[in-house]
């Protein structure tokens, strides 16, 4: 199958409340290649600490392991995405806007990516937390 007139990289504007904040900033993305999908678990896996933990933390590893394979970086190798937006910084409750700022991710990857319902993970997952 052929992909044609796909832009390998796009800019999203989001706004997200993080820390109780209501934010606004450009994530900008490339499309994953074949190493970027083998490099996705593998930096889950690192995230997590091998841990089977609780769902939501094997779900919020997963997603930030694809961001972090997926966002582009500017010629320092820094994301391109606000610096607001720190996986170290953000708490428990800020789970929401990661999860916000993947599913808008994952439409625009799902434009290139066949054979894979909307917003779902390379694992299968559904990239949601679990519900409480």
Avoid: H
Wanted: aromatic share 8%; proline share 5%.
């Amino acid at each position: 199958m052929a992909i044609r007139n796909v832009p390998r990289e796009t800019t999203l504007t989001m706004k997200v409340a993080v820390s109780g904040e209501e934010r606004e900033g450009d994530f900008t993305f490339r499309r994953p290649t074949l190493a970027d999908r083998a490099r996705i678990g593998g930096t889950a896996t690192r995230l997590s600490g091998g841990a089977n933990e609780v769902a939501v933390s094997r779900a919020a590893a997963q997603v930030m392991a694809e961001l972090l394979v997926c966002v582009k970086r500017d010629d320092d190798g820094k994301p391109m995405w606000p610096d607001w937006f720190d996986f170290d910084k953000m708490d428990d409750e800020d789970t929401a806007a990661l999860f916000a700022v993947y599913g808008e991710f994952a439409k625009w990857r799902d434009t290139f990516r066949a054979g894979r319902p909307t917003g779902t993970l390379a694992s299968g997952e559904t990239g949601k937390p679990p519900a409480a």
